[in-house]
């Protein structure tokens, strides 16, 4: 029987409730790829994450903890080149993964790397990352990349952008889709749904079909586009659109948009919400627009389709990909085509209920099961050298 596989886990990123889409990638992974025979997972995590005492870095699986406050950013950059390797080799590790697109570089030392890529943002779409993260981002990712054995791509898209960009060879990438947790799974006792009622309420959304966005509030969500799309539907049929999410800098620039096109009582940007609110309004609205121009995987696609909810987003990057014909596309740089697709949604009952039923057979199709034996596959090939 061959030895098990000793995987040191880069966490040095992760700061609980503050890294969005890689944490939850984090904690899903994790369990499931303790559950999986031969593979031995040991977490580094930074001293914010080791003071969560529920968190699958330490009821999973044995963890370490390097010496950073990742909410600096330079003691996070500093913590992956200088403390990763150290302690992967101190623990036993066989290889280092690195699952936020960063990780040590060549000279950092230490094991064979896995890295993590999520998307390219630094090079398709540029605006995403604001002020130094964005300069930070396009020396970090292509050092990482270039320093691992092997790469994790969330999806094909990615994987081309990472060949064509930074020069991979593509036989050195996984392809290895995410997953997300169906909210049967995450709805408790101590975490109600809100009431649709309650929501309309408190969001001051009347009694019109309610539109809902899971974008970011980035330049490359486009989210300016879906405000000149809605300003096109004559008021009678027009649906109120709720954006929720954290503020950035970004968000001015939407409410002056929402403005100059004579919606600001037609967009609501609530901020951030909870959980059972996020649940009620999946549960309420007639349909989920996702107009971004550029994704690496486009996780909100996914979570329309998982949860019922009849879906429409832009035929761009990984999207396409990830919808797999259960969802409407459109193309994001058309207002015209965005105002039609919304119209089609809104209008058309028969429309959303053949949506509603290809989502969730599609969303079937992802699992973070699937995810996790695909990553232990990525670092099999690490080890033998395939």
Known sequence: MAAPITVALNLIYLVPGETGGMEV???ELLPRLAAIDGIEPVAIVNEVAAGDADAPWRTAMRSVVAPVDARDRKQWVWGEQRHV????????ADLIHSLASTGPGRLAGGPPKVTTVHDL???VAPGAHFGLRGLGMRVLVPAAVKASARIIADSQATKDDVVRHIGTPAERIDVVHLATTLPSATATATAPVTPADELRVRLGLGDRPVLLSMAAKRPHKNVEGLIDALARIPPERRPVLVVPGYATEHEPVLLRRAVARNVARDVVFPGWLSRADV????????AHVFPSFYEGFGLPVLEAMARGVPG???????????????TL????GDVEAIRGTIERLVGDDALRAGLRRRGLERAADFSWERTASATAG???RTVSGA
Request: glycine share 12%; aromatic share 12%; hydrophobic share 45%.
């Open 329 to 332: 596309l459109f193309d994001p």
């Open 25 to 27: 990638y984090a904690r």
């Open 378 to 380: 990525a670092y099999r």
């Open 85 to 92: 390797p150290r302690l992967a080799t101190a623990a036993g």
């Open 279 to 286: 649940e009620g309004l999946w549960r309420l609205c007639v």
């Open 121 to 123: 943002h630094y090079a």
């Open 312 to 326: 429409a987003c832009g035929d761009r990057a990984s999207m396409p990909e990830v919808a797999g014909g259960a």
